[in-house]
């Protein structure tokens, strides 16, 4: 790979294009597919005003970006941060469309994000926000053309009122625009907890495939918020023992295993988990470096990159996290042999229980929760193993696997469509 600075390295976007350039190389695509897929196909920008608290008019920039349609309508999270720029919420774009053609459900990818500090703000400003940036993408949002859901600083609230704000638009409910809603207005069991339950299967499915133990098996998760939680919660229940939690201020460590229900609960009273009494302050850093067997990235992107990838000590790495690795770590992690779970394998039980919402949203029928848990189940294990399946089939990694084998489908479906107006 030719030299490129830390800066290049830790732009998603071209993280993101550098694995479909290798592995549209290898699949032999053709050059003109190559175009269409490498670029997204809409990009909106939108700068939108809000009235604030205090009276003050604040200008918001937002994004919503849908890079193919081919397989479905567009399909992904809503990010709201400080950092949130239009590269990361392209390369988040693509990965959708790439995470859901892995999976084999009937989207296509898209994201969207607005540059703001939802921390810092009232739940009336984020309210305003929310229905305005809705109200200025409108037109390109619907169950058939582009569905939303949660991702970083967005949750169940803000669906409600992004699907609230559509509905006023078009003069009746229309609950399937979004997905991860609240359970009363449309929302499916198990959606919240999904990603993470997604997690504690594919790392079943690694154990099984690389004939490791489950029980006692040591875990350190990066990220406490929806994903790294449920992730936790889940896995423990499984039998897996959670030693380290890393959270932008501050880790945890016990290496007999840390009871993630206490340290729910003790977030959720102290909104932070440092204090919590069942486990020792840890560096952060320094957690993502330390003795275990399943590292789970569920925070953001490049935490691992050329400059900490060599001390990596899991033998499987699990992406609960878009994007936490980057493609110079993925050489180094490759000649260490860390087995690598990649993000848009790892992290899809999201969309694919999005996926069962919309579709009970349509029928109007909404399934127990045990239906959508054994549904995902069956969904995730499969896609483990089709990737598995691939990667030794081709010689790549599991990442370059999971891309050549999403490029392929999407590919397909665009050539059985045609291209002409
Ligand atoms: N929510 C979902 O269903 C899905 C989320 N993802 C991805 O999972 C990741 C996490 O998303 P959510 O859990 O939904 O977000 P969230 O906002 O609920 O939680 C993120 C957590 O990570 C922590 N965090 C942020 N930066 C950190 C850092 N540098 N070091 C340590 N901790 C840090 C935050 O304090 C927060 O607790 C993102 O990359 C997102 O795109 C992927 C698929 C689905
Ligand atoms: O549930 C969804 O539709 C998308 C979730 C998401 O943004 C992701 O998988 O990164």
């Known amino acids: ?40 196909s809409r990009e909106i920008i939108v700068h939108f005003p809000v009235a604030m608290d205090d009276g003050r008019i604040e200008v918001f920039t937002g994004f919503r970006v849908q890079h193919s349609q081919a397989r479905g309508p567009g399909k992904g999270g809503i990010r709201y941060s400080p950092d949130v720029n239009l590269d990361e919420v392209r390369a988040l774009a693509s990965w959708m469309t790439w995470k859901c053609a892995v999976v084999n459900i009937p989207f296509g990818g898209a994201k969207g994000g607005v540059i703001c500090d939802p921390k810092k703000m009232s739940m009336g400003e984020l309210e305003r926000m929310t229905r305005r940036y809705t109200a200025e993408i409108i037109e390109f949002l619907g169950p058939e053309k582009d569905v939303p859901a949660p991702d970083m600083g967005t949750n169940e609230q803000v669906m409600a009122w992004i699907m609230d704000t559509y509905s006023m638009h078009m003069r009746q409910t229309v609950t399937s625009v979004v997905t991860g809603k609240p359970l009363n207005i449309g929302g499916s069991r198990g ?51 959670i030693i380290g939690i890393a959270e932008y201020d501050g880790g945890l460590y016990n290496p007999n295993g840390i009871d993630i229900d206490q340290l729910f609960e003790f977030r959720q009273r102290n909104g932070t988990v440092l204090g919590f009494r069942g486990a020792e302050a840890f560096d952060p850093h320094e957690l993502l470096l330390t003795d275990c067997e399943i590292l789970i990235p569920a925070a953001t992107e490049n935490v691992i990159t050329s400059r900490n990838a060599d001390r990596i000590k899991a033998r499987v790495i699990c992406e609960g996290a878009n994007g936490p690795t980057t493609a110079v770590a993925d050489e180094i992690l490759a000649d260490k042999k860390v087995f690598i779970i990649p993000d848009i394998l790892a992290n899809s039980g999201g969309v694919t229980a999005s996926y069962f919402e919309w579709v009970q949203d349509r029928q109007g029928y909404f399934w127990k929760e045990a239906l959508v848990n054994e549904q995902l189940e069956s969904i995730l294990a499969e896609s483990f193993d089709d990737v598995v399946r691939y990667s030794e089939a081709h010689a790549v990694n599991n990442r370059i696997a999971a891309y050549m084998l999403a490029i392929d489908r999407v590919a397909f479906t665009i050539k059985q469509r045609g291209i002409y107006a």
Request: net charge positive.
């Open 191 to 241: 959606r919240k907890e999904a990603t993470g339950r997604g997690i504690g299967i594919v790392c079943d499915e690694a154990l099984r495939h690389l004939g490791m133990q489950r029980d006692g098996c040591r875990v350190i998760i990066q990220g406490f918020g929806n994903v790294g939680s449920n992730a936790a919660r889940i896995m423990m229940e499984k039998g897996y023992k």
């Open 1 to 40: 790979m030719a030299t490129i600075t830390l800066e290049q390295e830790i732009n998603p976007w071209e993280a993101q294009a550098a694995r479909f350039d290798f592995a549209a190389r290898k699949l032999n695509l053709d050059e003109g597919l190559w175009k269409v897929l490498r670029y997204p």
